[in-house]
């Protein structure tokens, strides 16, 4: 995954990722078809490991804001170096793979900000008048749009920036005036 994430998926041949793992490609083809499948089954993997992270976040026992933005953290730092040609690489060359991480991050993303909601309605922290649904679809789609290279030019805002500012954007949007203060209390401990 690291060298996906530093040189695109394009840029990377089964002949550089062979050598990067010490195998011989013939080696590699024992265990995937092609690039495609190769492609899937790191994402799976990614997917996989993500969610594993997050849910040891979750299992912290923090309140609504804190999980979330430990969660946020833990997405940012992982975003922070990828480059920027893997979104379109993936929908481009391997759609069959985009469609597969798409699905899974989306049922990871909703199940988890569905929890986190609901959590946040119980702790005051979030309103208790939100359509969750609505929130959590418009929460997972503003994704893609972090990698619109228009929108944010890389050589102007760094993915992790553009994350932080969606977060308080996000939090702000569904807090409570008890939620906004724990979200300043936060902004001003972490400098964010």
């Not at 089964?14 to 089954?41: A, C, H």
């Not at 170096?81 to 990871?108: C, G, V």
Request: glycine share 4%.
């Amino acid at each position: 995954m690291g060298l996906f994430m530093r040189l695109g998926i394009k840029s990377v041949t089964m002949d550089e990722l062979s050598r990067q793992l010490g195998i011989s490609k013939k080696t590699l083809y024992k265990f995937v078809s092609d690039k495609n499948e190769l492609v899937d089954k790191v994402l799976t993997y990614a997917c996989d490991s993500d969610q594993t992270g997050i849910q040891k976040i979750c299992d912290l026992g923090l309140n609504a804001i804190d999980e979330a933005f430990e969660i946020s953290k833990f997405v940012s730092d992982h975003i922070q170096n990828m480059h920027p040609s893997i979104m379109f690489d993936l929908q481009k060359y391997h759609a069959q793979a985009w469609n597969n991480f798409r699905t899974r991050k989306k049922e990871n993303i909703s199940e988890c900000y569905v929890a986190n909601m609901e959590k946040g309605i119980k702790e005051g922290l979030y309103r208790d008048d939100l359509n969750i649904p609505v929130i959590v679809n418009y929460y997972v789609e503003r994704f893609d749009i972090m990698f619109d290279e228009e929108l944010f030019p890389r050589d102007k805002f760094s993915p992790s920036e553009i994350y932080r500012e969606l977060f308080r954007y996000h939090i702000r949007g569904i807090a409570t005036e008890k939620g906004i203060k724990v979200l300043i209390k936060k902004i001003k401990k972490e400098s964010i």
